[in-house]
């Protein structure tokens, strides 16, 4: 009984620990945003941005990847 107590407690730990580490990230652009793509170049990723209008609107943003990888320019599109 107490190994399963331990084991689910651990296992709801991992959980919660993995789910903030990705929080992290996906809470860059703000609520409503998801990440579309990504691009070498930050004006290769507004041509992305504004070539998909009609699908997401005039509203996207363009950011780098992390402050290790700023070569890296991910489209943020809205839901």
């Known amino acids: 009984m107490y190994?399963?107590?331990?084991a689910a407690?651990?296992?709801a730990?991992?959980?919660g620990a993995l789910a903030l580490g990705t929080?992290?990230?996906?809470?860059a652009a703000g609520p409503g945003f998801?990440?579309?793509?990504?691009?070498?170049?930050?004006?290769?990723?507004?041509a992305a941005g504004q070539a998909g209008y009609t699908i997401w609107g005039p509203i996207f943003l363009c950011e780098p990847f992390t402050s290790t990888r700023p070569d890296v320019i991910v489209l943020w599109v809205r839901y």
């Open 3 to 6: 190994r399963r107590v331990a």
């Open 23 to 27: 929080a992290g990230s996906a809470e």
């Open 34 to 46: 998801y990440p579309r793509s990504h691009h070498s170049s930050y004006a290769e990723c507004q």
């Open 9 to 11: 407690l651990a296992t």
């Open 13 to 15: 730990a991992t959980a």
